[in-house]
């Protein structure tokens, strides 16, 4: 299977930080790749996606960087807030007839107030 | 716009003791998965269903596993026997099309003892 993996488990800012987190994934085929938010008790939330056909997107405090080549992605939030404060995962679609998505382990992030 | 619903939240039962959980789609979606989530893994992909048919389901343990989606919009996952191992919280999710965000419920935590 697809192998999605974060290059660290956890990370700790502090509050008005830029935090950036990283994934890498080995399918390069997969073409789709979301980033969800998981805060303790909750089911993963959706933040950002972005399409194998683009290298950056941005959303309100957030923007994602996609490397093909390498095969990296990146989530950079702005000005971290108490409220970021969860487990990050990537997600990757495998581009297979179903599109099934494949998450990695995830990234703790603790703001620090 | 109401979210995935999911039922029970919480469920503990006896090892060989037998469970099931039920999700309840947002309105309108065709594409509907369950994922298992263990303790600090990130979600793993049990079953997708394109409506009432089945997209994949390579990996789910289908000696003590199983999941229907009859009417194409309600699903029940169920486990028979439970397993120490199966401890996990078990999410369901839907999405419009079999590309796009995936939206999470809130999850049912299970513990086997």
């Known amino acids: 299977g697809e192998s999605v993996g974060l290059h660290l488990p956890t990370l700790s800012v502090q509050e008005g930080d830029n935090s950036i987190i990283n994934c890498a994934y080995s399918?390069?085929?997969?073409?789709?790749f979301i980033w969800y938010k998981q805060e303790s008790g909750k089911g993963p939330q959706f933040i950002i996606d972005?399409?194998?056909?683009?290298d950056k997107r941005q959303g309100q405090r957030v923007t994602v960087l996609l490397n093909k080549t390498v095969k990296h992605l990146s989530l950079q939030i702005a000005a971290t807030q108490p409220g970021d404060s969860a487990v990050y995962f990537c997600?990757?679609?495998?581009?297979?007839?179903?599109?099934?998505?494949?998450f990695g382990t995830g990234t703790s992030l603790t703001v620090i107030p | 716009e109401a979210g995935v619903a999911q039922s029970p939240r919480y469920k503990i039962i006896e090892k060989r003791q037998s469970v099931a959980f039920w999700c309840n789609p947002i309105?309108?979606?065709?594409?509907l998965y369950w994922y298992q989530q263990i303790l600090g893994q990130g979600p793993k992909l049990l079953i997708q269903?394109?409506?009432?048919?089945?997209?994949?389901d390579s990996q789910l343990p289908k000696d003590r596993f199983s999941a229907e989606r009859l009417k194409g919009v309600d699903s029940t996952l169920k486990i028979q026997p439970a397993k120490l191992e199966d401890s996990a919280v078990y999410l369901c999710?839907?999405?419009?099309?079999?590309?796009?965000?995936?939206?999470f419920g809130q999850g049912t935590r299970l513990t086997v003892v």
């Open positions: 972005i399409r194998s056909n683009m």
């Open positions: 997600a990757e679609d495998n581009n297979g007839p179903g599109n099934q998505f494949y």
């Open positions: 309105s309108g979606h065709a594409t």
């Open positions: 999710a839907s999405s419009l099309a079999t590309q796009g965000e995936a939206f």
């Open positions: 269903f394109q409506n009432n048919g089945v997209v994949d």
């Open positions: 399918n390069s085929a997969s073409d789709y």
